[in-house]
């Protein structure tokens, strides 16, 4: 859990620093949820935006949160190699829980 907190912590930081935290807000929960299940059109509303900028915009957001989230378990393995086998490891576990 501390990985994907980190993970998260970075991404959200990268909003910020682009003076993008309603988005993030906006975008957060569905970082995790089932294609078929987010609702692009609310989302598209809360950002003002249309229904495929909202999805471009979920995309990029869980794009990079996965790059985020790959650099901070590869931050913890040696060698670096072993980033793929820690990821599949930490996902299977928190997948359990």
């Known amino acids: 859990m501390t ?6 912590q ?3 930081n ?3 620093r682009m003076a993008r935290e309603q988005e993030f807000v906006a975008l957060k929960e569905w970082l995790t949820a ?3 299940s987010i609702p692009y ?3 598209a509303t809360a950002l003002g935006t249309t229904e495929g900028a909202a ?3 979920v995309h990029r957001m869980r794009k990079q949160f996965r790059l985020l989230f790959r650099q901070t378990i590869a931050a913890t393995v040696d060698p670096p190699g072993d980033v793929d086998e820690e ?3 930490v996902v299977a576990v928190l997948s359990r829980a």
């Open 34 to 36: 089932e294609r078929g």
């Open 87 to 89: 990821m599949r490891h």
């Open 55 to 57: 999805r471009v915009a």
């Open 3 to 8: 990985l994907l907190d980190e993970a998260l």
């Open 41 to 43: 059109g609310e989302i």
């Open 10 to 12: 970075r991404l959200q």
């Open 14 to 16: 990268e909003f910020t």
